[in-house]
């Protein structure tokens, strides 16, 4: 069965740190891959996705991530990291043999001190 | 509108009550997708929806949910006899194509007592 799996349920970081998100992924064939961000009370929001080419992908807010298809990874990061950063970081894959559904990682809430 | 609209925000269930939960999404999107999400987990699929066809009903957990979209744009989620394990944020996406990037709904909270 297709799974993703977030290492980090808890980060804790002072303004201007860098961040990287782990997230590992088991999926066998073709996968598009996402991370959405849920900010505190509003809905979620894509992040960044990848679905081909160039393996680094450049976000919105200064986010990038890369894929390392041998790795099975598609971690998160951030140079450097704002207060209005805090939120919860979700990773999801959609398999190219799905119907679109997207599986979830469990989410890494991250919390920024100014 | 401009988002995909869910209501109610916030509803309460006393167990055993049947609830219905609403979603109105991005007019011209073809896929729509429900999932729950439980408090601390990532949100988990329920159901996918092309048009008015459930193309994809794996993820309802048990037959006490059911979901519609009967003209292929609003779409309801109605959960009968609700149970406490019922109680999370039931979340709507909707898409262009499925795949291609989803906008999610604020998402309904469902207490049930």
């Known amino acids: 069965a297709q799974s993703v799996s977030q290492h980090n349920h808890h980060v804790i970081l002072s303004e201007a740190a860098s961040l990287e998100l782990g997230c590992n992924y088991s999926y066998g064939g073709t996968v598009n891959l996402f991370w959405y961000v849920q900010y505190p009370g509003q809905h979620l929001q894509l992040l960044l996705k990848y679905f081909s080419g160039d393996p680094l992908v450049k976000g919105i807010k200064g986010f990038e991530a890369e894929f390392i298809k041998s790795k099975f990874s598609f971690n998160l990061r951030k140079p450097s990291v704002q207060w209005s950063d805090t939120a919860e970081y979700f990773c999801a894959v959609h398999g190219s043999s799905n119907t679109g559904k997207l599986i979830f990682g469990q989410g890494t809430t991250l919390q920024v001190k100014p | 509108g401009a988002g995909v609209s869910q209501s109610p925000r916030y509803k309460v269930a006393k167990r055993g009550q049947d609830v219905a939960l609403r979603c109105d999404p991005i007019s011209g999107h073809v896929s729509l997708f429900w999932y729950q999400q439980a408090l601390g987990q990532g949100p988990e699929f329920l159901t996918y929806f092309q048009n008015e066809a459930q193309l994809d009903k794996s993820g309802l957990p048990s037959d006490r949910f059911f979901a519609e979209r009967p003209e292929g744009s609003v779409s309801t989620l109605k959960i009968q006899r609700t149970q406490q394990e019922d109680s999370a944020v039931y979340l709507c996406?909707?898409?262009?194509?499925?795949?291609?990037?989803?906008?999610f709904g604020s998402g309904t909270r469902l207490t049930v007592v």
């Open positions: 996406a909707s898409s262009t194509t499925g795949g291609s990037g989803y906008t």
